[in-house]
Protein backbone atom coordinates (compact mmCIF):
# COMPACT_ATOMS: atom_id res chain seq x y z
CA UNK A 1 0.00 0.00 0.00
CA UNK A 2 1.27 3.24 -0.80
CA UNK A 3 2.58 5.60 2.15
CA UNK A 4 4.70 8.36 3.10
CA UNK A 5 6.97 9.08 6.15
CA UNK A 6 8.65 12.26 6.78
CA UNK A 7 11.38 12.14 9.01
CA UNK A 8 11.44 15.08 11.48
CA UNK A 9 8.08 16.30 12.91
CA UNK A 10 10.34 19.89 13.39
CA UNK A 11 13.18 21.18 11.92
CA UNK A 12 14.93 24.33 12.62
CA UNK A 13 18.05 25.91 10.67
CA UNK A 14 19.15 29.16 10.52
CA UNK A 15 19.15 31.88 7.96
CA UNK A 16 21.44 31.26 5.22
CA UNK A 17 22.03 28.02 6.19
CA UNK A 18 21.33 24.77 4.06
CA UNK A 19 17.50 23.44 4.51
CA UNK A 20 17.08 19.90 4.60
CA UNK A 21 13.73 17.95 4.69
CA UNK A 22 13.16 14.30 4.49
CA UNK A 23 10.57 11.83 2.91
CA UNK A 24 10.44 8.53 2.20
CA UNK A 25 7.66 6.57 0.39
CA UNK A 26 6.38 3.21 -0.09
CA UNK A 27 4.46 2.55 -3.48
CA UNK A 28 3.45 -0.35 -5.60
CA UNK A 29 3.05 1.42 -9.06
CA UNK A 30 5.79 3.87 -10.10
CA UNK A 31 4.28 6.91 -8.54
CA UNK A 32 3.78 10.46 -8.77
CA UNK A 33 5.42 12.66 -5.33
CA UNK A 34 4.52 16.05 -4.66
CA UNK A 35 5.82 18.32 -1.60
CA UNK A 36 3.33 21.09 -0.78
CA UNK A 37 3.78 24.14 1.89
CA UNK A 38 1.55 25.90 4.46
CA UNK A 39 1.81 29.16 5.49
CA UNK A 40 0.25 29.77 8.72
CA UNK A 41 -3.72 29.91 8.29
CA UNK A 42 -3.53 29.25 4.63
CA UNK A 43 -4.49 26.56 2.02
CA UNK A 44 -1.70 24.12 0.67
CA UNK A 45 0.17 25.11 -1.97
CA UNK A 46 2.61 22.84 -4.14
CA UNK A 47 6.36 23.47 -4.16
CA UNK A 48 7.29 20.52 -6.99
CA UNK A 49 6.16 17.17 -7.80
CA UNK A 50 7.64 14.39 -9.46
CA UNK A 51 5.77 12.58 -12.35
CA UNK A 52 8.20 10.02 -13.81
CA UNK A 53 10.27 12.30 -15.78
CA UNK A 54 13.63 14.23 -14.53
CA UNK A 55 14.60 13.03 -11.41
CA UNK A 56 16.00 16.18 -10.38
CA UNK A 57 12.58 18.38 -9.78
CA UNK A 58 13.14 21.74 -9.51
CA UNK A 59 10.01 24.02 -8.04
CA UNK A 60 9.11 27.59 -6.86
CA UNK A 61 11.38 29.72 -3.93
CA UNK A 62 14.34 27.96 -4.87
CA UNK A 63 13.58 24.16 -3.45
CA UNK A 64 14.37 21.30 -5.34
CA UNK A 65 13.93 17.49 -4.59
CA UNK A 66 15.16 14.51 -5.96
CA UNK A 67 13.90 11.23 -6.51
CA UNK A 68 15.93 8.58 -6.12
CA UNK A 69 14.36 4.96 -6.31
CA UNK A 70 16.50 3.23 -4.87
CA UNK A 71 16.35 4.72 -0.94
CA UNK A 72 12.82 5.17 -1.89
CA UNK A 73 13.32 8.85 -1.42
CA UNK A 74 12.04 12.28 -2.45
CA UNK A 75 13.89 14.51 0.26
CA UNK A 76 13.43 18.42 -0.37
CA UNK A 77 16.00 20.66 -0.49
CA UNK A 78 16.76 24.35 -0.45
CA UNK A 79 20.60 25.97 -0.39
CA UNK A 80 19.84 29.10 1.51
CA UNK A 81 17.20 29.52 4.02
CA UNK A 82 15.47 32.97 4.14
CA UNK A 83 13.27 34.21 7.19
CA UNK A 84 10.03 33.48 4.47
CA UNK A 85 10.23 29.90 4.48
CA UNK A 86 9.02 29.45 7.63
CA UNK A 87 6.09 26.99 7.18
CA UNK A 88 4.95 23.25 7.26
CA UNK A 89 5.85 21.64 4.50
CA UNK A 90 4.03 18.01 3.23
CA UNK A 91 5.20 15.46 1.38
CA UNK A 92 2.50 13.25 -0.68
CA UNK A 93 2.75 10.14 -2.68
CA UNK A 94 0.36 9.05 -5.19
CA UNK A 95 -2.83 6.88 -4.46
CA UNK A 96 -3.07 3.02 -4.10
CA UNK A 97 -3.21 1.92 -8.40
CA UNK A 98 -2.73 5.72 -9.30
CA UNK A 99 0.02 7.27 -11.17
CA UNK A 100 -1.48 10.59 -10.87
CA UNK A 101 -2.81 13.31 -8.89
CA UNK A 102 -6.24 11.36 -8.48
CA UNK A 103 -5.47 10.47 -5.32
CA UNK A 104 -2.64 11.78 -2.89
CA UNK A 105 -1.79 10.22 0.55
CA UNK A 106 -0.50 12.88 2.73
CA UNK A 107 2.65 12.81 4.78
CA UNK A 108 1.87 14.06 8.92
CA UNK A 109 4.05 17.51 8.09
CA UNK A 110 7.51 19.15 9.21
CA UNK A 111 7.24 22.52 10.72
CA UNK A 112 10.31 24.30 9.11
CA UNK A 113 11.40 27.29 11.62
CA UNK A 114 14.30 29.67 10.45
CA UNK A 115 16.54 31.71 13.08
CA UNK A 116 17.97 34.82 12.30
CA UNK B 1 -10.38 32.64 -12.50
CA UNK B 2 -10.67 32.00 -8.38
CA UNK B 3 -9.34 28.68 -8.04
CA UNK B 4 -11.10 26.55 -5.14
CA UNK B 5 -13.24 28.21 -2.76
CA UNK B 6 -14.22 27.46 0.27
CA UNK B 7 -17.11 28.76 3.04
CA UNK B 8 -17.62 29.71 5.37
CA UNK B 9 -14.01 30.06 6.36
CA UNK B 10 -14.96 29.76 10.15
CA UNK B 11 -17.41 27.75 11.82
CA UNK B 12 -18.64 27.21 15.66
CA UNK B 13 -21.12 24.64 16.38
CA UNK B 14 -22.96 23.28 19.31
CA UNK B 15 -22.51 19.81 19.84
CA UNK B 16 -25.42 18.02 17.63
CA UNK B 17 -25.86 20.84 15.31
CA UNK B 18 -25.79 20.44 11.31
CA UNK B 19 -24.28 22.53 9.03
CA UNK B 20 -23.13 22.35 5.38
CA UNK B 21 -19.15 23.12 3.85
CA UNK B 22 -19.67 24.71 0.45
CA UNK B 23 -16.66 23.88 -2.17
CA UNK B 24 -16.93 25.43 -5.98
CA UNK B 25 -13.69 25.47 -8.14
CA UNK B 26 -13.34 26.98 -11.87
CA UNK B 27 -10.87 25.06 -13.41
CA UNK B 28 -13.00 22.58 -15.35
CA UNK B 29 -11.52 19.09 -13.11
CA UNK B 30 -13.61 16.18 -12.72
CA UNK B 31 -12.34 15.25 -9.29
CA UNK B 32 -12.97 17.01 -6.08
CA UNK B 33 -11.93 16.07 -2.82
CA UNK B 34 -12.44 17.24 1.11
CA UNK B 35 -9.48 16.26 3.81
CA UNK B 36 -9.76 17.29 7.93
CA UNK B 37 -6.27 18.72 9.06
CA UNK B 38 -5.38 17.90 12.46
CA UNK B 39 -2.05 18.49 14.20
CA UNK B 40 0.76 16.03 13.48
CA UNK B 41 -1.47 14.09 11.41
CA UNK B 42 -1.12 15.70 7.94
CA UNK B 43 -4.33 15.42 5.36
CA UNK B 44 -6.81 12.83 5.72
CA UNK B 45 -9.55 12.41 2.89
CA UNK B 46 -12.68 12.13 4.53
CA UNK B 47 -14.61 11.74 0.43
CA UNK B 48 -14.04 12.27 -3.04
CA UNK B 49 -15.89 12.61 -6.01
CA UNK B 50 -13.65 11.16 -9.17
CA UNK B 51 -16.10 12.92 -11.24
CA UNK B 52 -20.03 14.83 -11.65
CA UNK B 53 -22.46 12.05 -10.19
CA UNK B 54 -19.90 9.74 -8.19
CA UNK B 55 -18.67 10.07 -4.51
CA UNK B 56 -16.73 7.33 -2.70
CA UNK B 57 -15.53 6.92 0.96
CA UNK B 58 -12.01 8.43 1.81
CA UNK B 59 -9.93 7.08 5.23
CA UNK B 60 -12.22 8.80 7.75
CA UNK B 61 -15.77 9.11 6.42
CA UNK B 62 -17.68 8.63 9.57
CA UNK B 63 -20.33 11.29 10.21
CA UNK B 64 -20.17 13.29 7.16
CA UNK B 65 -21.84 13.71 4.28
CA UNK B 66 -21.20 14.84 0.32
CA UNK B 67 -23.02 15.73 -2.26
CA UNK B 68 -21.52 16.67 -5.89
CA UNK B 69 -23.98 19.17 -6.87
CA UNK B 70 -22.55 19.82 -10.24
CA UNK B 71 -18.88 19.79 -11.63
CA UNK B 72 -18.34 22.81 -10.47
CA UNK B 73 -19.84 22.24 -6.69
CA UNK B 74 -18.91 19.60 -4.08
CA UNK B 75 -20.64 20.15 -0.14
CA UNK B 76 -19.56 18.23 2.73
CA UNK B 77 -22.05 17.85 5.44
CA UNK B 78 -21.94 17.42 9.05
CA UNK B 79 -25.18 16.23 10.40
CA UNK B 80 -24.88 16.01 14.83
CA UNK B 81 -22.15 17.70 14.93
CA UNK B 82 -19.34 16.28 17.58
CA UNK B 83 -16.14 17.81 19.13
CA UNK B 84 -13.84 15.19 17.13
CA UNK B 85 -15.33 16.93 14.53
CA UNK B 86 -13.09 20.09 15.08
CA UNK B 87 -10.58 20.48 12.43
CA UNK B 88 -9.75 22.42 9.59
CA UNK B 89 -11.28 21.43 6.48
CA UNK B 90 -9.71 21.74 3.13
CA UNK B 91 -11.56 20.78 -0.06
CA UNK B 92 -9.28 20.93 -3.58
CA UNK B 93 -10.17 19.44 -6.74
CA UNK B 94 -7.70 17.76 -9.25
CA UNK B 95 -6.10 17.98 -12.69
CA UNK B 96 -3.93 14.76 -13.72
CA UNK B 97 -0.67 16.30 -12.33
CA UNK B 98 -1.50 17.88 -9.46
CA UNK B 99 -4.49 18.80 -7.13
CA UNK B 100 -5.61 22.32 -5.90
CA UNK B 101 -6.60 23.52 -2.77
CA UNK B 102 -8.95 25.87 -0.96
CA UNK B 103 -8.22 28.16 1.77
CA UNK B 104 -10.13 25.96 4.04
CA UNK B 105 -12.94 26.16 6.88
CA UNK B 106 -11.84 26.41 10.62
CA UNK B 107 -14.54 24.30 12.09
CA UNK B 108 -14.85 24.65 16.22
CA UNK B 109 -17.54 22.10 17.51
CA UNK B 110 -18.11 22.52 21.26
Keep these: ?116 | NAGVTQTPKFQVLKTGQSMTLQCAQDMNHNSMYWYRQDPGMGLRLIYYSASEGTTDKGEVPNGYNVSRLNKREFSLRLESAAPSQTSVYFCASASPNEQFFGPGTRLTVL
Design chain 1, 1 to 116: AQSVTQLGSHVSVSEGALVLLRCNYSSSVPPYLFWYVQYPNQGLQLLLKYTSAATLVKGINGFEAEFKKSETSFHLTKPSAHMSDAAEYFCAVSGPGYSSASKIIFGSGTRLSIRP
